[in-house]
Every structure is written in structure tokens, then in C-alpha cells.
T-cell receptor, first 114, second 111 residues
Framework: AQSVAQPEDQVNVAEGNPLTVKCTYS??????LFWYVQYPNRGLQFLLK????DNLVKGSYGFEAEFNKSQTSFHLKKPSALVSDSALYFC????????????WGLGTSLAVNP | EPEVTQTPSHQVTQMGQEVILRCVPI?????FYWYRQILGQKVEFLVS????????KSEIFDDQFSVERPDGSNFTLKIRSTKLEDSAMYFC?????????FGPGTRLTVT
């Protein structure tokens, strides 16, 4: 079955430190991978995607993610966290032939402490 | 920057009543979707819509659900006879490329 796992419910990091939010996936065929962020009482905001090409993709607000095919992972990273990055982060996947529907992880709550 | 809008932001309804959730996607998008998120659970795909017809629907999307894009701008989700378990946040999304752009959601509470 197609699935996405975000193994950490919560990640805590100090402001200025690097952050990583983990995501692994299981799909048949080539994956299309996405990260979304949700602030309180707001919708799901697109951060970045991997479709093809370079394994390291850069997105909004200084975030980047690395696609690792052998580990079936797509971890979200940022070199220096800001307090304003505190939010809920979702990893999602689709794949060729699934009519573009997104399969979602449970989300990881990121808390950046001043 | 264009945004997806959804109305209402919060809908309270009694079990058995019909509700219509409305969305205005970004104007140049071609694919449209509804997802829902029950409190504390995963975001779940409901339905995708392309070229004026449903392209895929999940097992959640039973005969009680329907979608429409009546006028080329609005995209609606109708639940004919709501159940308690339909209480959730409903998100509309649209896309032109692979990434989907979401509205702020409608919180549906069925009492």
C-alpha cells in the first residue's frame, strides 16, 4: 500500500540551529514528493517539491529537502531555524498514474525555541 | 499572489442535513481536489476533478458526496445527508503542475 511516514510527532530546535524534519515514503513507481506547512487556523501552504532531476531541492523561506531513492526518504531541512518556522509540517507523495492524489504523512509539529 | 478561497470558514449543521462547501480555485488551474482532515488524523484524499468530471475518488467519497464546477470558477462539495463522522476540516485544492495549492479550509461540525 502507498504510504508516507513522518516518524517524529514533534521536533524541538533552538533558534539559529539547523533543523531536520523526517519523511519516508512507500509507493509503486517514481514518487513525486512534497512538503507543506500549516500555521494555526491556516490552510496547507506549499513549500517545495521533488519531481525529477537534482536530489536537493530548494523551496520557500530557506527550506530545502533531499530526495534519497535508496532510503526512500525526503527529509526537510533548514540551516538556521527561526521562531517563525514553528508550525505543523506535512510530507506528501503522489506518483505517475494515481491521478495526482496526494498521500499524506501524519505531520510533525516543529517548535523553534528562542 | 492569487489564492484559493473557501466559504464558509465554519459550518455547523445537524445530522441528516445537506451542506454545500464552496471553493474558488486559482483561475488558471486545471485540476481540482477535495481533502479532509479529521481532528488529530491524517489529511485524506476525497476526490479529484479534471475536465468537468471526477478523475478519481476515494472510498470515503460515497453516494452522499458530490462535486460540481458549475460556472468555471466555483468548485463545490455537497454532502447530502451529513453524519457525525463527517465532522472534519475540508480543504479544497487546485493545480496546474504537480504541486497543489490549498484553501484555508472549512471546518464542518455535525451535531
Amino acid at each position: 500500500a502507498q504510504s508516507v511516514a513522518q516518524p517524529e510527532d514533534q521536533v524541538n530546535v533552538a533558534e539559529g540551529n539547523p533543523l531536520t524534519v523526517k519523511c519516508t515514503y512507500s509507493v509503486s513507481g517514481n514518487p513525486y514528493l512534497f512538503w507543506y506547512v500549516q500555521y494555526p487556523n491556516r490552510g496547507l501552504q506549499f513549500l517545495l517539491k521533488y519531481i525529477t532531476g537534482d536530489n536537493l531541492v530548494k523551496g520557500s523561506y530557506g527550506f530545502e529537502a533531499e530526495f534519497n531513492k535508496s532510503q526512500t526518504s525526503f527529509h526537510l531541512k533548514k540551516p538556521s531555524a527561526l521562531v517563525s518556522d514553528s508550525a505543523l509540517y506535512f510530507c506528501a507523495v503522489s506518483y505517475a498514474g494515481n491521478n495526482r492524489k496526494l498521500i499524506w504523512g501524519l505531520g510533525t509539529s516543529l517548535a523553534v525555541n528562542p | 499572489e492569487p489564492e484559493v478561497t473557501q466559504t464558509p470558514s465554519h459550518q455547523v449543521t445537524q445530522m441528516g442535513q445537506e451542506v454545500i462547501l464552496r471553493c474558488v480555485p486559482i483561475s488558471n488551474h486545471l485540476y481540482f481536489y477535495w481533502y479532509r482532515q479529521i481532528l488529530g488524523q491524517k489529511v485524506e484524499f476525497l476526490v479529484s476533478f479534471y475536465n468537468n468530471e471526477i478523475s478519481e475518488k476515494s472510498e470515503i467519497f460515497d453516494d452522499q458526496f458530490s462535486v460540481e464546477r458549475p460556472d468555471g470558477s466555483n468548485f463545490t462539495l455537497k454532502i447530502r445527508s451529513t453524519k457525525l463522522e463527517d465532522s472534519a476540516m475540508y480543504f479544497c485544492a487546485g493545480s496546474r503542475g504537480r504541486e497543489q495549492y490549498f484553501g484555508p479550509g472549512t471546518r464542518l461540525t455535525v451535531t
